[in-house]
């Protein structure tokens, strides 16, 4: 089946020139190919768009009106091409990211004013959860995932470290006691992370690689770690957590780092993660680009807060 557009360039080029081996010649088409294009789009539209003799082309009733719509349709075709086309070399259109909830609250979102003042061009659609997606069946542009990654036809960046730390409140472990082992905790009130495979099972992991598995309990689950947070500031028990969400709460002394006889857990940093293209867009490249020279260890760290726009 021949290409409706090319029929419909072919019958444009010979209206405009009143012949067909004209029309062939701009579009790069023998006479032979030009003549079957125009015939199959005839054959199409059940009606006669010109008529032909051995001297000229002229259009009939039907080729005037359908010229009219073609010209239109053919200039919105390459507009629409042009402006994909420039979004591969400029920064342009929306730019849709999918990040993990308190993360990209409090460390994406008051980047982006800066990112935007930069690439005026771009907007950007911020999808805010825990739950990890899918990001080629939801349509996102880039992800920011912690943790180790699966196998996947995506491409990824490390962005960051993101270590993992045990922690309380001064006035929990006033009462309750401070734990010096792993072992120890299962004698805690412990607040566990549910999305985490372990945590939401009722086990800790310790160690680089998490072979050492601690089962524990608690009177305390959530979905989300700053939910943990405030429960752990308000003296309810102990949480494991990436340092990004507690350090505020370390740095303020509302919450004591447990030094144990078991290193923590390495959850294998922070990354972006986006489609395999072989060459991504003008304003995924820029996004990548502005997060690597923005965020570095201290961000995810928790050690620094990502420089405020402006």
């Known amino acids: ?57 002229t259009l009939t009733d039907a080729g005037t009106d359908y010229l009219a ?21 400029e920064a342009a259109g929306r730019l849709r990211i999918n990040l993990p909830l308190s993360f990209g609250t409090r460390f994406i979102a008051p980047l982006l004013p800066a990112f935007c003042d930069r690439y ?13 997606q899918d990001l080629i069946e939801g349509g996102w542009d880039l992800a920011l995932r912690i943790g180790h990654l699966a196998d996947s036809a995506l491409k990824a960046r490390r962005l960051a470290d993101c270590p993992m730390l045990i922690c309380a409140a001064p006035a929990y472990l006033a009462r309750h006691g401070t734990p010096r082992r792993v072992a120890e905790l299962s004698a805690h009130n412990c607040l566990s992370y549910t999305l985490s495979p372990l945590q939401g099972r009722g086990t800790w992991a310790f160690g680089a ?13 959530a979905n989300n770690g700053d939910a943990l947070l405030a429960a752990a500031i308000g003296g309810q ?31 294998g940093g922070l ?9 991504p867009p ?12 923005s965020l570095g260890s201290a961000a995810a760290d928790g050690t620094a807060v990502p420089p405020a726009a402006g």
């Open 282 to 293: 003008a304003k995924v490249r820029a996004m990548i680009d502005y997060l690597v020279e």
């Open 237 to 267: 028990g102990v949480i494991y957590q990436p340092r990004f969400i507690v350090g505020d709460a370390l740095a303020a002394g509302a919450l004591v780092a447990l030094e144990l006889d078991q290193p923590a857990l390495d959850l």
């Open 69 to 89: 719509t073609s010209r239109r349709i053919l200039q919105e075709l390459g507009e629409a091409e042009s402006e994909i086309a420039a979004q591969r070399t």
């Open 1 to 57: 089946m021949l290409d409706r557009f090319t029929s419909m360039r072919v019958f444009t080029e010979a209206a405009t020139h009143a012949s067909l081996s004209a029309a062939g010649r701009v579009l790069g088409l023998s006479p032979a190919m030009a003549t079957r294009h125009l015939d199959a789009l005839e054959t199409r539209l059940g009606v006669k768009l010109l008529h032909r003799t051995t001297r000229r082309l």
């Open 120 to 132: 005026p061009q771009v907007e950007i659609e911020l999808g805010l959860s825990d739950a990890q």
């Open 209 to 221: 690689a998490g072979a050492i598995q601690v089962p524990v309990q608690g009177n305390l689950k």
């Open 271 to 279: 990354h972006v993660l986006f489609p395999a293209d072989r060459r």
